[in-house]
């Protein structure tokens, strides 16, 4: 095996002692593992620390070695799996290294420092679980059953569009992102073709900058959790009995203005007195905090206006 690089000292933030070999970066926390399949590399590990703050070396320039965590042919662009090890890297992902020697995972192997920064940015098809390339411009979701992504940081200034293009079987696709603007939601749920997030990376996290809505989705008062659902263009209430959603159970705030929402009444049983939690405004200006539904003629439009969701049109719902 050919090394011909020199390291530089720099300081662990972890116990890295078994990742010798395998991809490192740059943290608050000085140097720790990557653990994001895809994300950026800053060198390669190329000493034990045993615990934060111990010196550690990291090789980032020239021929290195690097562990491999699957197939890999010479002249492949490497990019981290989800334990620090390199891989052929795929569409969206950082390129991290170019490989020198072909291999098979667990073999040590050679790499050069690559001139290109990632495999096409621009565009990623997502149909699995997983991570969401920080890199891509546009992201094309298949949801079909329940799917679960997370979203790492991003580049400041980087934009991205997520366009579900698919539902099916179902469809349940829940986005965590790592960090966020403010006080935003970490989560965004997809359950419709058609429902868009676009984000922004600050130097404080992923802002939502733009948002289209889509689809219903039935919600019943005073049992469902609609954390994350803030896609859905109508919420259609079943209330059965006397029933209140609060808290975790109300309807979301937006974070765009101009976002439109309807509630409507879609099932209503048992002497039916619902109430469900919402940061809203009467057709007045006056602050609300939860809308009284009783049956299923009841309705309203609703638009946010930066801070609340202006009643706009209603019939029989109070706000109060």
Known sequence: MTIDSSPVSLIA????????????????????????????????????????????????????AVEYGGTVTKGDSLATDSVGRAVTATTGQYVNGVALVSGTVGMIGEMLAPLAAAVNTEYAAVS????????????????????????????VGHEMDILCVSAASTPLGTLTIATVFGSEPTTHVFTTAGQRLRLRMTATGWKVVAKTRAGSLTV?????????????????????????????????????????????????????????????????????????????????????????????????????
């Open 13 to 64: 933030g972890a116990d890295l002692s078994a990742k010798l070999y395998r991809f490192g970066k740059m943290s608050s926390s000085d140097v720790v593992a990557c653990s994001v399949a895809g994300e950026r590399a800053d060198g390669v590990i190329g000493s034990k620390p045993t615990a934060s703050g111990q010196a550690v070396a990291l090789y980032c320039e020239r021929v290195m």
């Open 128 to 155: 699995s679980s997983g991570a969401i390339p920080p890199t891509a411009s546009q992201v094309a979701l298949s949801v079909s059953g329940t799917k679960a992504y997370t979203l790492a940081d991003g580049n």
């Open 220 to 320: 019943v008062v005073g049992t469902d959790v609609l954390t994350g659902y803030d896609l859905v263009a109508t919420y259609n209430l079943s209330i059965t009995g006397t029933v209140s959603s609060t808290s975790t159970m109300g309807i979301p705030s937006a974070q765009v203005e101009g976002e439109m929402i309807a509630i409507r009444c879609t099932t209503a049983a048992s002497t039916p007195n619902g109430s469900i939690a919402i940061t809203a405004k009467t057709l007045a200006g006056a602050a609300a905090t939860a809308a009284a539904v009783n049956a299923t003629t009841d309705y309203e439009l609703l638009r946010w206006d930066g801070s609340a969701f202006q009643e706009l049109i209603t019939n029989s719902v109070t706000l109060s």
